[in-house]
Every structure is written in C-alpha cells, then in structure tokens.
C-alpha cells in the first residue's frame, strides 16, 4: 500500500508511522520539514521512507503531484498550532496555516481515491445533546478542524473515500511540551504548582497515542469512510486526572487552577462514542489511564535533556 502522509515527525505521526512501516506500507512523508521525531529522521536517512519537501503552504501544487506520484491512500495527521493567544487572531492564524494549505494539498493530489483526516471531538459544543451529524464547536481548534472536515468532504465527493477520525485528548511518550498531561508531570518533577485551566469540572477522554496510532491505521487499511470517534469512552474530570498525576509523579507541590478566562470557551464534557470505531474498525482502547501515565511519567523521568525546548510543528 503507498500511503502519502503528513504529520509523520510529530507526537501522534511517528507513532502511526512506525505501524504503517512494520506493516510494510510505502510512505512518502510531506511536509516542509521530517518534524521533530528522531525516528522518523532515521527512517528517512536510512530510505525507508521517503520525504518530499515542500512550502509551508503547499502552493506549488504541480510539484507536489510529481514529486508524491500515484499513491493509494493519503493520511492526513499534520497541524500547525497557533502562537496568538486571542481567541479571535488564533482561529485567523489556524484557519490560514492548517484550512488553507489543506486545501491546496487535496489539489495536489488530486485522484487519490482515499483520505484519512485526523480530526477533534472538540468539533462540538461539549453538550451531551450534540449529535454527530451536528457538531458545534466553540473553540478555535473545533472550527478550525470542521471547516477542514468539510472541505474534505467537499473534495471527495463522489470520487474519493474520506475518513474522518476525531481523537480524545491524546497522551503519552513523546507528547509535545503544551500537552496538558505533559505539562503537569513536567510542574510534578520541577516542584512547582500543577496548573491546570477551567474550574476542574470539565470531563475529558484521555486515550494513549499507542491506542490512537492503532485506530488510524485500522482506518487506513479500511476500504469505505465514515465519521468516527475514537477515546476511551470514560470521561475524567481535569481536576481529578491532575490529582493522579500528582500522586504517580510523587509532587509535594499543589494542585490550582488559575482564574477561569470567561473570553475563553471551553466545552464541559468531551468524551468519545466509541461504539462506531467498535462496530466499523474493530478499535477499542486498550490501555488504562493509570497505566499510560506511569509509562509518560516513567518516560520524562528518563529522557535526556534538551538544550533547546524547540517544538516543529508539522504542517497539514
């Protein structure tokens, strides 16, 4: 299977690549950059997969058709993250670095016959009553990855499969320094307070890269698209999950949330229906929350020091 993909050098693509690799898929990494994975580097280095370098934005589409060739399937994992703070100036910034340069990607390979986008369950509202053929985001992320969702759809209209993934909040080895989980347990060794945004109230699904990664090339492998959601289906107050990791991670310092941002909205409960992935991909999560961060905890612990806290986000 030649599979193009982007996002291969990042938390979740270099987890989904080194499947994709062990079984023996072809993969033409693409992208401005390899990312930030070291294993994805020496994949690359080594011409067990290729990279194709190309602008940021994707403009020179005749190029990109050529240098990618014919391909099977395109996975389609890379985000760039916004550096505005403003809720406003960032959906401008996420909409011209990940919309638009989408766009322009599905130009460039234009006759792929199908697509697999990994998508948000931020794209609703975090109201229990939000269907899935219904979604109402209220952050810039969530509109962010459904004006995507529905250019893809747009695109493939008729002659292209599109699947569209929309991931929990992800955790695990190798998470980006801004992940919530990260930041935590990074507070935990640094003894200073774990802070955590909102009330606490707020219920999430935490699901472990290894279980995402699993899932995407589920999907990938799969003929047909769809919509499907894929966490654990169990919803963990942020209040608690920063308690726990506080307790793994032996911190003696507390646990406080800082002044709520009321410019800033956050849906209450986002927790996946997993029945779709069950019944369609044959996913279910696997691992335990409390077992996934004693492996990140155990994981930071371990790894080396980083002159430099540079993060390369992958484009899309």
């Known amino acids: ?108 390979l234009e006759g792929c016959p199908r697509y697999v986008f990994a998508s948000t369950l931020e794209v609703y509202g975090g109201s229990e009553a939000d269907p899935v053929d219904d979604p109402r985001p209220v952050t810039p992320f969530g509109i962010t990855k459904l004006a995507a969702e529905c250019s893809l759809r747009m695109f493939a209209d008729g ?14 080895p190798n998470e980006p320094d801004e992940g919530l989980v990260a930041r935590l347990i990074d507070a935990a060794f640094a003894g200073r307070p774990l802070v955590y945004d909102g009330d606490g109230n ?24 769809g919509v499907y959601e894929i966490g654990t289906g169990v919803g963990v107050r942020t209040l608690d999950l920063a308690r726990l990791v506080a307790e793994l991670a032996g911190a003696k310092s507390p646990v406080v949330s800082p002044a709520h941002r009321v410019d800033e909205p956050r849906p209450k409960r986002l927790v996946a229906a997993t029945e779709g992935a069950l019944t369609a991909l044959g996913f279910a999560a696997r691992r335990a929350l409390v077992d996934g961060l004693r492996e990140e905890i155990g994981w930071v612990r371990t790894k080396p020091p980083c002159p430099s806290r540079l993060v390369l986000a992958a484009t899309a």
């Open 159 to 172: 002659v292209a499969e599109a699947t569209i993934l929309r991931f929990a909040s992800v955790y695990g």
């Open 1 to 108: 299977m030649r599979v193009a993909l982007t996002g291969g050098g990042g938390f979740i693509g270099s987890h989904v690549l080194a499947r994709m690799v062990g079984a023996g898929m072809d993969v033409t990494l693409v992208g401005p950059d390899p990312g930030r994975s070291r294993y994805a580097a020496s994949l690359i280095a080594s011409r067990r997969v290729r990279f194709v370098r190309c602008d940021r934005s994707f403009r020179d589409t005749a190029r990109l058709r050529a240098a990618v060739g014919d391909v099977d399937a395109v996975l389609l994992l890379g985000y760039v993250a916004p550096s505005a703070t403003d809720p406003v100036c960032r959906l401008s910034e996420e909409i011209e670095h990940n919309v638009v340069p989408l766009v322009r990607l599905l130009r460039g």
């Open 202 to 225: 707020e219920e999430r699904d935490y699901v472990h890269v290894c279980d995402v990664a699993e899932a995407t090339l589920a999907a990938l492998q799969r003929e047909g698209g």
